[in-house]
């Protein structure tokens, strides 16, 4: 089957502690994207990349970190300079991005942070 | 001012009733337009594009107006199941170098009641 997968699905960090949450998709997609959403608010924008081996800030980027090395992975770290990291992350894809065009973003089921 | 902007809500309405949802935008240049619905806990899930033209898929109707800079999503007929969190989404340019992200507005929150 294809899609996005995200692991783990609850997470719980103690303060202070830097932890990595999973993003993979088979849909053979060039852009994925790292969204984190609070309680009663929109989705706001961490990182995105275009292709492989780049990546760049989005509007929240402070605190966290990722890597693509691969096509098919994206994996988000929060750090310890995240001073509130609490909140349901959220991992999309879409074809690209190119041109005037823009594809619609297929999101993961997301992960659950808890800062204890 | 927000760059994406929704009604909360709760839009509370009865089975069978039509509701309707704004989502206003203020960059002229965004170009692609989409509803998702997100259910409780639960991802966002593409609902609709929106075409300049407008488009229907069942009891869904969405609209663009871009002379006012806002899309609408049209529910006809609405079941129990309907019930869930629409949000918005437009697509924003990213500083100078032409990449395109998603922003999303806050949502608006549909209960169907019987």
């Known amino acids: 089957d294809g899609g996005i997968t995200q692991s783990p699905k609850y997470l719980f960090r103690k303060e202070g502690q830097n932890v990595t949450l999973s993003c993979e998709q088979n849909?053979?997609?060039?852009?994925m994207y790292w969204y984190r959403q609070d309680p009663g608010q929109g989705l706001r924008l961490i990182y995105y990349?275009?292709?492989?081996?780049?990546?760049q800030k989005g509007d929240i980027a402070e605190g966290y970190s990722v890597s693509r090395e691969k096509k098919e992975s994206f994996p988000l770290t929060v750090t310890s300079a995240q001073k509130n990291p609490t909140a349901f992350y959220l991992c999309?894809?879409?074809?690209?991005?190119?041109?005037?065009?823009?594809?619609?973003?297929?999101f993961g089921p997301g992960t659950r942070l808890t800062v204890l | 001012r927000k760059e994406v902007e929704q009604d909360p809500g709760p839009f509370n309405v009865p089975e069978g009733a039509t509701v309707a949802f704004n989502c206003t935008y203020s960059?002229?240049?965004?170009?692609?337009f989409f509803w998702y619905r997100q259910d409780c806990r639960k991802e966002p899930k593409l609902l609709m594009s929106?075409?300049?033209s407008g488009n229907e898929d069942g009891r869904f109707t969405a609209q663009l107006n871009r002379a006012s800079q806002y899309i609408s999503l049209l529910i006809r007929d609405s079941k129990l199941s309907d019930s869930a969190t629409y949000l918005c989404?437009?697509?924003?340019?990213?500083?100078?170098?032409?990449?395109?992200?998603?922003?999303f507005g806050s949502g608006t929150r549909l209960q169907v009641q019987p």
């Open positions: 929106v075409y300049s």
């Open positions: 849909l053979n997609h060039d852009a």
């Open positions: 990349s275009q292709i492989v081996n780049d990546f």
């Open positions: 999309a894809s879409s074809i690209g991005t190119s041109g005037s065009s823009y594809n619609e973003q297929f």
């Open positions: 989404a437009v697509n924003i340019r990213l500083g100078n170098t032409g990449r395109r992200a998603l922003t």
């Open positions: 960059n002229s240049a965004s170009q692609s």
